[in-house]
C-alpha cells in the first residue's frame, strides 16, 4: 500500500476532526471544555464511548490474543457488565447528586485533603501510561506502514500525532471530543465490519456459514475452570467488575463523559445501552481473530510470532486494497477516540484538583488550561519514547498490568468512603496508597510459591484495592455519635 496515499488518508481523516473541532469550539468557555455545559445526547456518548473504550490495543490484541487464549476474553466482558451495573446504580448517581465536575472532589468531602490529592494523583499516573501505551501502539504501526517508508523518524511521527490531537482538542475539549469520539467510532466499526466480510467473501462462506466458521473452530472455547490458570473464570469475570469499575467508574475521563449528560437519568440510560453495545462489539473483535486465523491457515500464510502483529500484518500485506485503507482508518480512529479524550481528562483533572480552577477568573482559567493541555501533550511524548525502550509484552496485556498496580489504590479510597462510616488519618493516606501496590507486586510475584501454584492474572487489581481498604482501615478511627 503507498505510503503517500495513507498519509492523504491521515490528512483528510484529521481534515475532518478539525472541522468538527471548529464547528464545536465556537464561544467555549470552561464549563464547555470540561462537561460540554451539561448538554450532551446520551445516545451520543454512548456510541461514542465505545471508542473511547476499547482504543487502538483492543483493535490488534484481541484477534491476536485469539491464538492462545481463544475466546476466554469474553469471561473478563461479562464482568464488565457488572461493573457497569455498579457505576450506573452506584457512582453516578453519587457524582451528579454532589454535582461535580472532577470525580475526586468527593474524596475531600469524604476523606480529607490527601485522600482527594492522592486520588487524584493516582488517576494522573495512571491515565498518562494507559493512554502512551494505546498511542504506542498505533504509531508503532502508523511508522511500519508509512512513516519508514518516508526515512521519517520514530520520535518525529509521535511528535506530530500528538500536535495533531491537540490541535482539535485544545479549545472545544469534552464538547469537541464527544462528536470526535461518535465518528471515530464510526470509523472503526466500518474497519473491523468491512474486514470480517472480506474474509468472509475470500473463504466463500454465507453470513450462516461464517458463524459456523468461527463457532467450530479451535479458538471458540470461552470457559477455563482450572482454578490455578491465569484465565480461571471466576478470576476474570470478577476482575472485569472491578476493572470496569475503576477503568471507568472511578476513571476521569470516562466519567466525564456521562456527567457531560442532562440529567442522571440519561446518563444512566447511556451506560445501560453502552454496556449492550459494548459485549456485541467485543464478541465482533473475537470472532474476527479467528477468521484472521483461520484465513491464514488456508491460504498458507506465515503469521508473526506476535499476536499483536497479525492483523496488522495481513491487513497491510495480503488483504485488498480496500481492507487495508479501512485498517489505517480504524487503527488510527479507535487509538485517537481513546488519547483525544484522555488528554481533555487529564487537563481537567489537573486544573481542578491541583490550580484550585473555582478561585480564578475565566481568563485565568483559559490561559492556564491551554497551558496544562500543551504539558500535558509533551509528558505523552516522553512517556512514549520511555515505553519504546522498555515494551516487550502483548500491548493488552501491559495495559492490564498498569490498570492493576496504578487505580488499586482508588478503588481501596473509594471503597472505604462508600462502604464504611469511619474517618482516616489523612496525612497517612499516601503512604497506604504508595505501600498498597508494593505489597501487591511481592505477593503476585511470590504467588506460585506461597499459594499452591496459585497464579495471579487481572486479579492484581483486587489485591491492590484490598490491601489500600485493609491500610485504610488500619489507619482509621470510628466517627463518634453526638451521644458520645
Known amino acids: 500500500m503507498s505510503s503517500t496515499l495513507i498519509i492523504y488518508l491521515i490528512l483528510g481523516y484529521f481534515s475532518i ?18 462537561l460540554a455545559n451539561r ?4 445516545y451520543v456518548v454512548a456510541f461514542g464511548m465505545i471508542g473511547t473504550t476499547l482504543s487502538g490495543i483492543t483493535f490488534v490484541s484481541i484477534p491476536g490474543m485469539v491464538e492462545k487464549a481463544q475466546f476466554s476474553y469474553l469471561q473478563l466482558v461479562l464482568g464488565y457488565l457488572l461493573g457497569y451495573v455498579v457505576i450506573a446504580l452506584v457512582l453516578m448517581p453519587l ?6 465536575v472532577s470525580i475526586y472532589t468527593y474524596l475531600e468531602q469524604r476523606l480529607g485533603f490527601w485522600s482527594y490529592k492522592t486520588g487524584a494523583a493516582f488517576f494522573l499516573l495512571s491515565r498518562t501510561l494507559s493512554a502512551a501505551i494505546r498511542l504506542f501502539l498505533v504509531a508503532g504501526v502508523l511508522q511500519l506502514a508509512v512513516f519508514d517508508d518516508l526515512g521519517i523518524p520514530f520520535s518525529v511521527s509521535v511528535i506530530i500525532t500528538i500536535l495533531l490531537i491537540w490541535i482539535y482538542t485544545f479549545r472545544g475539549g469534552m464538547k469537541t471530543i ?29 453470513f450462516q456459514g461464517m458463524v459456523n466458521t468461527v463457532t467450530a473452530s479451535p479458538y471458540s472455547k470461552v470457559f477455563v475452570w482450572d482454578f490455578k490458570a491465569g484465565n480461571y473464570f471466576l478470576k476474570q469475570v470478577l476482575s472485569g467488575a472491578f476493572i470496569t469499575i475503576v477503568m471507568t467508574g ?28 459494548l459485549v456485541i462489539v467485543n464478541v465482533l473483535f473475537l470472532s474476527l481473530g479467528a477468521l484472521l486465523y483461520t484465513y491464514a491457515g488456508q491460504k498458507g500464510i506465515a503469521l508473526p510470532a506476535k499476536g499483536d502483529d497479525v492483523y496488522p500484518f495481513l491487513a497491510l500485506n495480503h488483504f485488498p486494497y480496500f481492507a ?5 482508518l480504524g487503527i488510527i480512529a479507535i487509538t485517537y477516540a481513546s488519547a483525544d479524550s484522555a488528554l481533555a481528562a487529564l487537563t481537567t483533572s489537573f486544573c481542578v484538583d491541583f490550580l484550585n480552577f473555582k478561585e480564578r477568573s475565566e481568563h485565568e482559567r483559559v490561559r492556564l488550561r491551554y497551558f496544562v493541555h500543551f504539558g500535558f501533550s509533551v509528558v505523552m511524548v516522553l512517556v512514549i519514547f520511555a515505553f519504546r525502550m522498555l515494551n516487550s509484552e502483548s500491548l493488552i496485556t501491559t ?12 478503588l481501596g479510597l473509594y471503597a472505604f468512603g462508600l462502604y464504611t462510616k469511619r474517618n482516616v488519618r489523612d496525612r497517612l493516606v499516601p503512604f497506604v496508597c504508595i ?19 496459585y497464579e495471579f492474572g487481572t486479579e492484581v487489581l483486587i489485591l491492590n484495592g484490598f490491601l489500600a481498604f485493609v491500610g485504610l482501615m488500619a489507619i482509621s478511627k470510628r466517627v463518634l455519635s453526638r451521644e458520645s
Do not use: H
Open 324 to 328: 487495508a485503507v479501512a485498517f489505517i
Open 39 to 42: 448538554k450532551s445526547p446520551w
Open 250 to 277: 472511578l476513571d476521569q475521563d470516562m466519567m466525564q463523559k456521562n456527567l457531560s449528560c442532562k440529567n442522571i437519568g440519561e446518563a444512566q440510560k447511556n451506560m445501560f445501552w453502552f454496556s449492550v453495545i
Open 17 to 34: 476532526l478539525i472541522l468538527i473541532s471548529y464547528i464545536t469550539g465556537k464561544n467555549t468557555d470552561s464549563d464547555t471544555f470540561f
Open 399 to 410: 495495559l492490564f498490568i498498569v490498570v492493576g498496580y496504578t487505580y488499586g489504590p482508588l
Open 178 to 206: 464527544i462528536w470526535t469520539d461518535t465518528f471515530q467510532t464510526a470509523a472503526m466499526m466500518l474497519a473491523v465490519i468491512s474486514t470480517i466480510i472480506l474474509i468472509s467473501d475470500e473463504l466463500n462462506l454465507s
Open 95 to 100: 457524582y451528579y447528586r454532589l454535582n461535580l
Open 435 to 453: 505501600a498498597a501496590p508494593i505489597l501487591t507486586y511481592i505477593i503476585s510475584y511470590n504467588s506460585k510459591d506461597w499459594f499452591f501454584g
